[in-house]
């Protein structure tokens, strides 16, 4: 039977908070105050702006600051005052939303105030926008809230105050909501995590003389328009629906009850209500239950709910009436995972479920979280549970390319829970050096709505040990999430940033964030990358331990051909002194030419350029950054963590003691590999590791070892000498089947390296025939080959130190803008002999 009275709590303290006639209230936010300020994934506010909020909801509408804006991504770049930039329910702390525009109001505003503080009742905010200073439409904003009120009423008025006919957009802007869509006269969007169970919902009002608008309106000179909506917020989007639903006509209540019979209520359900108007969701609260208001007329029910049967149900709605239903699911099967390190502790991991015998691999949610994202499941703790639907799987768990894997087939009863334990011991020893990525991102960079602490689980299962802070334009600090999460002795970041725009971008760190500022209070971009270098550099005070990288670079514009004119002028001269580390990575760091013609969709064909080649071009004409590899990571699966990664020495093992300013000194000189699976060392016999300097006449003794975890394999050395591939240094299985092994050490020689001048030497160790689809599955990376190299060791021939030789590889330094033709002009592809 439904158990209505646990609404009676929830209905009884609405009732009580309207009795005692609190108030709303509306207020500038000073320093003073930002602890009122309301939290959340999407929460973006700064001193200055301003909260309202009521005895339902938190909201904060955007101050007009210089360069205000809710993240990068948000209109990408352009500043957007005025609007509505988080809500949430009140004492939740669960923003979802990036920004609300009403009318698409972005750009500079007259002034944002506030109009009523809730005093007498109603508290108002202003955005006001003049007409001289917007073509002649003269616009005003007001964000209004009542007790009582689960949304904002914004009304907004259009006054042409030019001599002639002007358009007025109207049409309002909800960027980066999942699923946003319109059902009858209402738009409703839901979060980009499901799991976070908020909805956001808006629909025209006609009141208050208000009309109901096209996208967009001519006014005449002196006419004027208003226009009213009402941006409502719900634990789902269906109940954000019912609220504006609500303010626009006569609804009925939906009261619904999930259960089973043997654990009783499911607080795990997903409802698609469909309707005459469309369709929309709602979620089971955590005691099973829904209450949502509904227009009058007939719905279908489709409830679905991993590792449950599915259950369809028709009612009927009716207005000013209680609608009581209660649907029984199926018991629901389960996965649980006990995964161990060695000494029995909780390790991170992921899995994978991969479906087999014709059971499809699931679709646990959206790529951006790491709580079930489409088949893997990423946790920051080794014990947790995942409901799957019955069926036959092969589960896959993983702790990066350090430790082994488990693997193991598995067939799911209905009802029944299969668990899987295990210890994934580290096999691959690095003693002496860590595991970092310095370029990774989540939705404070603006593009990408991937959690932050979705990104910090993925770092810690893929066994990433140091992670510095780079979102794009602020300056953020990963740390209160790291330790929130208990990953401490996991893990260490530093506080830092990607600096971007139209051209380079920079990451640098560490820096100091400055909350509740604009952009934590980052710098600003400039075209010209020699000036953002400097900024970097210069920034809270000149840092010598600060470290700066070039990210996935333009070479031919930054090297070579500054303006891409197609005449070869030296680049943005001065730029490689200015930079500790470029990410020159990719697995195709033997190919050969510095770019590729390849063919899209229709046989167009583009050119490409080969960022490695064109760093192994550059390095004989003296460029020394230190290359690194990078995730640049903005999903959890697919663009996510693990692929790619670089090892620095480090004095400790331990992720918590890491000396920060050890770590970036031996990444500036150079003491480097980089690798997407194979772990590579490589000295000399006197200790050298890449990036120094060597004496050495005639030859030089290189020792190279190569480590592999069980699921990955490399069957080729080859070593470079000033970038170029000498034949007589290349090592395959085929070639000399002795020097390599099929354990974890797959290759340990110590190569003798023919010298004739002053050379620079770097080590590849390359997978011809494995992948890397054991680890990675369904995300992309399963495609690569495994690969790592080394830096240059440079080698000091004659005793006057290393020279670089000038050698361009057979081919002309590339230069901007190059056309196919003069692509395979390079290439020696002639096109009369193409098929």
């Not at 005895?55 to 352009?78: H, K, P, Q, Y």
């Not at 005093?119 to 439409?137: H, R």
């Not at 943005?572 to 030419?593: F, H, K, M, S, T």
């Not at 005793?799 to 692509?823: I, R």
Request: glycine letters at 10%.
């Amino acid at each position: 039977m439904f158990q209505i009275r646990h609404f009676l709590p929830a209905l009884l303290l609405m009732i009580s908070s309207i009795s005692v006639n609190a108030t709303p209230q509306a207020f500038e936010v000073g320093p003073d105050k930002v602890e009122e300020f309301p939290g959340g994934k999407e929460a973006d506010p700064i001193i200055g702006d301003f909260l309202i909020r009521n005895d339902l909801i938190e909201a904060v509408i955007s101050c007009d600051a210089s360069l205000r804006r809710a993240n990068m991504g948000t209109f990408w770049g352009a500043v957007s005052p005025g609007c509505l930039y988080d809500l949430t329910l009140k004492g939740e702390n669960n923003d979802q939303l990036t920004v609300f525009a009403p009318s698409d109001q972005k750009g500079e505003v007259t002034h944002v105030r506030l109009v009523s503080d809730g005093s007498d009742g109603e508290a108002v905010i202003e955005t006001f926008v003049s007409g001289p200073s917007n073509g002649g439409i003269e616009k005003t904003h007001h964000y209004r809230l009542k007790d009582g009120m689960r949304g904002l009423l914004i009304t907004s008025v259009f006054r042409n105050t030019a001599s002639a006919t002007r358009e007025a957009v109207v049409k309002d802007s909800i960027p980066k909501l999942r699923a946003l869509h319109g059902v009858g006269k209402i738009l409703v969007a839901d979060s980009n995590d499901p799991a976070a169970k908020v909805g956001y919902a808006c629909g025209w009002i006609e009141e208050e003389g208000s009309s109901i608008p096209s996208d967009t309106v001519v006014l005449n000179p002196g006419e004027v328009l208003r226009v009213t909506r009402f941006f409502a917020i719900g634990t789902s989007p269906a109940d954000a629906y019912g609220e504006v639903a609500k303010r626009q006509g006569g609804t009925g209540i939906l009261f619904l009850e999930v259960n089973d019979e043997q654990n009783g209520n499911v607080s795990t359900s997903e409802i698609e209500i469909e309707g005459q108007d469309g369709s929309i969701t709602a979620y089971t609260n955590e005691i099973g239950e829904v209450r949502i208001s509904l227009p009058p007329g007939d719905y279908r029910l489709s409830l679905s709910d991993h590792g449950r049967n599915g259950v369809t149900h028709q009612v009927t709605i009716h207005e000013n009436k209680d609608t009581v239903t209660v649907l029984k699911v199926g018991p629901v099967s389960v996965v649980g995972l006990n995964i161990t390190d060695e000494e029995g502790g909780s390790l991170p991991c992921k899995v994978q479920f991969i479906g087999i015998d014709g059971t499809p691999s699931p679709n646990l949610g959206p790529n951006n979280r790491a709580h079930g994202c489409l088949d893997q499941y990423h946790s920051h703790v080794g014990q947790f549970s995942v409901q799957l639907d019955p069926g036959k799987y092969r589960v896959v768990v993983t702790h990066g390319i350090e430790f082994n894997h488990i693997s193991k087939e598995i067939e799911l009863a209905t009802g029944e829970t299969e668990l899987i334990e295990g210890t994934l011991s580290r096999v691959v020893d690095t003693t002496g050096m860590i595991s970092a990525d310095f370029h990774n991102h989540s939705t404070p960079s603006g593009d990408n709505v991937c959690g932050t602490d979705d990104r910090i689980m993925n770092l810690a299962a893929e066994q990433v040990e140091f992670a510095p802070t780079t979102e794009h334009n602020r300056l953020y600090d990963w740390a209160p999430h790291i330790e929130r999460l208990g990953l401490v002795e996991k893990m260490k970041t530093l506080p830092g940033l990607e600096l971007t725009g139209g051209g380079a971008h920079f990451n640098a760190f560490p820096f100091d964030p400055v909350p509740f500022t604009q952009d934590g209070g980052s710098p600003v971009w400039n075209k010209d990358p020699r000036i953002t270098a400097l900024t970097l550099h210069n920034f809270q005070g000149r840092n010598p331990d600060r470290w700066i990288h070039l990210n996935h670079p333009d070479m031919p514009e930054n090297f070579l051909d500054w303006n891409k004119d197609g005449i070869q002028d030296g680049g943005y001269q001065g730029l490689a002194a200015l930079i500790d580390g470029n990410e020159v990575w990719r697995e195709d760091i033997l190919d050969p030419g510095p770019v590729r013609v390849e063919k899209l969709v229709g046989n167009k064909e583009v050119v490409r350029y080969n960022r490695q080649f064109i760093w192994l071009q550059l390095l004989n004409y003296g460029h020394r950054y230190t290359a690194i590899a990078v995730s640049d990571a903005h999903t959890v699966h697919g663009n996510g963590v693990g692929g790619w990664r670089t090892y620095i020495p480090s004095g400790t093992d331990s992720p918590p003691e890491i000396d920060w300013k050890e770590i970036l000194r031996n990444a500036k000189a150079g003491q480097v590999t980089i690798t997407n699976g194979p772990y590579l060392e490589v000295s000399t016999l006197d200790g050298t590791l890449p990036g120094g300097t060597v004496r050495a006449v005639d030859s030089l003794p290189v020792k190279v070892k190569v480590q592999c975890t069980d699921w990955i394999d490399i069957d080729r050395i080859q070593i470079l000498v000033n970038s170029r591939q000498v034949e007589e240094l290349n090592f395959t299985r085929e070639s000399h089947p002795e020097w390599f092994s099929d354990g974890v050490v797959k290759f340990d020689r110590t190569i003798d390296v023919p010298l004739g001048s002053d050379s620079h030497l770097i080590v590849v160790a390359w997978g011809e025939n494995h992948d890397l689809s054991t680890g990675y599955g369904s995300s992309w990376q399963s495609r690569m080959n495994p690969c790592a190299y080394s830096n240059p060791i440079y080698v000091d021939y004659d005793g006057h130190g290393f020279e670089p030789n000038g050698d361009s590889l057979g081919y002309p330094l590339p230069v901007g803008k190059m056309t196919v033709d003069q692509a395979k002009a390079i290439l020696g592809i002639d096109p009369d002999k193409e098929d």
